[in-house]
Nanobody, 126 residues
Framework: HVQLVESGGASVQAGGSLRLTCEVS????????MAWFRQVPGQEREGIAA????????YYDGSVRGRFTISQDNAKSTLYLQMNNLKREDTAMYYC????????????????????WGRGTQVTVS
């Protein structure tokens, strides 16, 4: 039974920082790429950061590059998103996701590539 559970969302002021955590369990094998997505009500879910299953490189959407950092522990049981210099436009529900064999490149940020999803954690920047 695969479970992804996000935590760490909060209300913060612009310019502040937050670290989101995603606890991962039940994934068999290690061929899973991991990603963070976010969604604003009425808009599509957008991919913002990802790590491919092949290595530890990080892939970012331009809207967060240089401000957000995705990482995972060696056991790949926890995924993190460090968010610095938060802006009002970062306000959204944030989701972590796991997708099998998603390769390096723009596809890492495509929702259709991911099978498993958490329920989300809310980030509000004012």
């Amino acid at each position: 039974h695969v479970q992804l559970v996000e935590s760490g969302g909060a209300s913060v002021q612009a310019g502040g920082s937050l670290r989101l955590t995603c606890e991962v369990s039940g994934l068999s094998g290690r061929a899973y790429s991991m990603a963070w997505f976010r969604q604003v009500p009425g808009q599509e879910r957008e991919g913002i950061a990802a790590i491919p299953f092949t290595d530890t490189r990080q892939y970012y959407d331009g809207s967060v590059r240089g401000r957000f950092t995705i990482s995972q522990d060696n056991a790949k049981s926890t995924l993190y998103l460090q968010m610095n210099n938060l802006k009002r436009e970062d306000t959204a529900m944030y989701y972590c996701a796991a997708g099998r064999n998603v390769p390096w490149g723009w596809v890492l940020l495509k929702e259709r590539e991911y099978t498993y999803w958490g329920r989300g954690t809310q980030v509000t920047v004012s």
